[in-house]
């Protein structure tokens, strides 16, 4: 009933900045929990954060403390501002929605998932 699509992904220099968006389809996204995760080369998947419908309430990851999550749900988007971006960060991220829930640091607290955007990081 839901589709991802992400988008902003891209190559950035060590220390720079990227926002990443999510638009998703459907009349329930206000009701939807919101996530985002990242999956690098060889890698898990891994939380980086999620942000409850009233977008006031959030849950960042604390090794990722320097990426910002919101949410503007007149625009059924999801937005993922990362700072100070390192090598490290490089990964493919992904944009995921999930009914309201309080646990929402696994890939299994989520229904829908996007296909991804690549976001590569030079040192």
């Known amino acids: 009933q839901v589709q991802l699509v992400e988008s902003g992904g891209g190559l950035v220099t060590a220390g720079g900045s990227l926002r990443l968006s999510c638009a998703a389809s459907?009349?329930?996204?206000?009701?939807?929990?919101m996530g985002w995760f990242r999956q690098a080369p060889g890698k898990e998947r891994e939380f980086v954060a999620a942000?409850?419908?009233?977008?006031?309430?959030y849950d960042v990851d604390p090794a990722k403390g320097r990426f910002t999550i919101s949410r503007d749900n007149a625009k059924n988007t999801v937005y993922l501002q990362m700072d100070s971006l390192k090598p490290e960060d490089t990964a493919i991220y992904y944009c995921?929605?999930?009914?309201?829930?309080?646990?929402?640091?696994?890939?299994?607290?989520?229904?829908?998932w996007g296909q991804g955007t690549q976001v590569t990081v030079s040192s």
């Open positions: 942000i409850w419908s009233g977008g006031s309430a």
């Open positions: 459907g009349r329930t996204f206000r009701n939807y929990v």
């Open positions: 995921a929605a999930g009914e309201p829930r309080s646990s929402v640091r696994e890939s299994r607290d989520y229904d829908y």
